[in-house]
């Protein structure tokens, strides 16, 4: 038989508890302050926004956190996420790096989000919430709490970014086909909305406004949050965590360099943070590498500071990196990775230098992403695909150094309902963003400094 | 612990030999006939088509052949496809039917295709083809023609039917991101092609003319067909095979019923034929049940007879259930079943009483996949919703009896690329087409009789 391509687990070896990186870390980061009196946010604050069991998630300090059985049980249909060898890419690219992707485009909505939007909603449901609304980008999100939602009989709306709703009917025809309702932002059904002319292409920061408006309005609606806060992260962990058995399966006993793609930051954190652990705790030495894109630069170019997460200023003020609030970025097609922020555990796990980050053009990610189908047979989200690129970068270098490394790549998701995306690459009209000197200054000089 | 959902298989009971029904089958089926001289073909008839390994398979009656290590080694990368417990829709339906099925869509082109296209592009990869030209009608068959091409570095062609073509372009692009080259068909390029008018929406009979017109004039370049020949049923049998040893895993000791959706015939024998086996060797008893559109009722309303299996009467003929070589089925969404003939072996299982036939409107179809996918998180293909509806209908009897059934399904792919056709089906705009009895008597007015 020939050498294996995919890892698995058996059952006894299922991810059972959330890894919370807060225990282990060697500072804590700074807290949320609340955006009227600037003092640290404390569970009542949250109360209006999130059930208490997530608010508990979010300030726990405690490394593991169980998963409610109904979770796992949804966690079964598609966990553990197969690890994969990318044996064959190996051999296209000619490099004596082995390389390794785990997938998370497996599950019911092509991507990780679900990993959150289950418990979120499972929460919720617990403390008799009727409906939840939230935000979405490349909409990848927003279907998975449709999804979620209606295994539990939780109604759900969502405000997707106009860029997106305009660009991708099928996203918002997949929210509809689990059940969700799809408002395109800016709406005029908020007043975070009604501030923005007809037709504004909108910005994660707009559609979170939105969402959180509407929720502070009924006790019985809810407002849920697909990336950035600690819980979101948290509930991502079962990724690296899987991860590092199946890698232990694949014989490897250490791992070079891990990358994934970075947006809010949950996904990259989910991967990543059961690795940095065992950077912390096993002295492993792993690299751990966040990839965005040049024009939405994130955590290469922002300012690490006190921002809010939304352009209206409704939610708690975090100290991370920041473009500002608000700042609009270019509508490249990586739609999940346009976000003004990025998540204070990974914004402070940055500044202590235990994660590094770095910014790509997107059609080197594009390029990247074709070569990687024809080998591996499996089309990258557009996110997922800066990850990879990153990583080639890394395996071509193998190739020149002779340097049998081992790379770790955090694929994401599917790109299927991206095709639009892949087409304008392939016929070489895809335009190569990157955000100006010019840009960046106007960004940075309307952040509210606390 | 709660009740696993989803089953896999253990390494050592990987599925390594192709299942031939021809071994079991209590008569043989009437052999194809030379479209010139009427007689039965041989193996040089159709060499200029296919590579001589395949022709072997074709006319095979050994019972088990192995499956080569390099077409393993691809479908090590997603088989075992999972088979699952619909646990959430039985308990949405209140049956206490126990419903499994069989997933396909994790392949690399997200259906059962790839199980032929990747031995298909090896045998020609290995007599010195350089180049496969195809039909592909729903897209999917091209797509997994393209991805198995890029594999082995074979250039691949595809001629789509022009309604989905036109109606799909997604798709157009998922085949030329895996490298393959598309036309719309009816094309400029061959003299079948241009016996219609531009713009004529096409049909799978006329695509495949036109691939074998290309593949005949040049010895490096062969034809490649998705479904209804012999050895490409004889490919799809890893589906089944897995699916009786998943199945005897999740501890069920027989199976009442088998639903798998049938257009030209390639997944649904694949799924069944194994189960048809134990029927015939072990007496099972299981009921055997292909499903397909009323509006291309092939198996329901055709004529048993032999025919073309294209439009322009390139192909030799074959004794099938048929509704005419130039019948144009109306342009429902499950593109996949739109084919006028069925395969041989199916055919002849059918009439032969060893598998029965169904037809369903559309629009009970998508609307099982709609509750299937609010249930269980994947959205299946329109083509598959068939099996799925017909499923439920099983299911809901159950019900009203309280029989504790065993339903199997064979899930052929996702859906995620005929979101289009799921966004008219939720705006209440999606047609219910059925063939009429003038129409069927037109349609089967023009098949000639050897």
Redesign the interface.
Known sequence: ??D???F?LD?DE?VTHWYNILADLPTPPPPPLHPGTREPVGPDDLAPLFPMELIGQEVSTERYIEIP?PV??VY???RPSPL?RAR?WETELGTPARIYYKYEG?????SHK?NTAVPQVYYNKLSGITKLTTETGAGQWGTALS?AS??FGVECEVWQVGVSYDTK??RR??I????GKVHRSPSQLTESGKAFPEGHPGSLGIAISEAVEVAAQDPATKYSLGSVLNHVLLHQTVIGQEALLQLAKAGERSVDVVYGCAGGGSNFAGLVFPFLRENLVGGAGTRIVAVEPTSCPTLTRGEYRYDFGDTAGMTPLMKMYTLGHDFVPSPIHAGGLRYHGMAPLVSHAVHEGLIEAMALHQNECFEAG?EF???????PAPESAHALAAARRDALAAKESGEEKVIVIGLSGHG??E??A??QF?SGSLEDDALSETELAEALGSVPVV
Not at 106 to 110: F, K, L, Q, R, T
Not at 373 to 379: L, N, T
């Open positions: 038989m020939s294996p391509v995919m698995t059952p299922r059985e796992l049980d079964a249909q598609y994969y064959r497996v599950s019911p909505a092509g679900v999804y209606a295994l009917p099928q025809t997949l509809e086909v689990f059940g074709v189908a024809r080998s591996q047979g499996i089309v299927l309902l095709l639009g892949y087409a392939l």
